[in-house]
């Protein structure tokens, strides 16, 4: 006994199809990096206006800078992180605080 024809073609398809894989573009941490002369409330300030932080968030996340030397505030892509990176860097110019905002892959 043979095999109707069909069927035999549909094991070989099934065999030979390869399924395309996606990868997750790679993610990057946004660190914020203590120094001596922001204002923790400029930190709590940036925190909750780029990051979406509640105020209680924000004075968690700037303490651990505040004792520690640095913290990360957020996990993004690579552009999403860059754009964040700038936005501390511009407003902390602006205002004329040496705070520093950098980003690392994950």
Do not use: W
Request: aromatic content about 4%.
């Amino acid at each position: 006994m043979t095999d109707p024809p069909s069927k035999g073609r549909e094991d070989v398809d099934l065999a030979t199809r390869t399924k395309p894989k996606t990868q997750r573009p790679p993610l990057y941490k946004v660190l914020l990096l203590n120094d001596d002369f922001t204002p923790m409330e400029f930190v709590v300030h940036i925190l909750e206006r780029l990051f979406g932080m509640t105020h209680a968030q924000a004075i968690e996340i700037m303490l651990t800078v505040h004792r520690k030397g640095v913290a990360v505030v957020g996990v993004f892509s690579h552009e999403i992180a860059e754009t964040k990176v700038a936005q501390v860097m511009e407003l902390a110019r602006r205002q004329q605080h040496p705070l520093q905002c950098t980003m690392e892959k994950e």
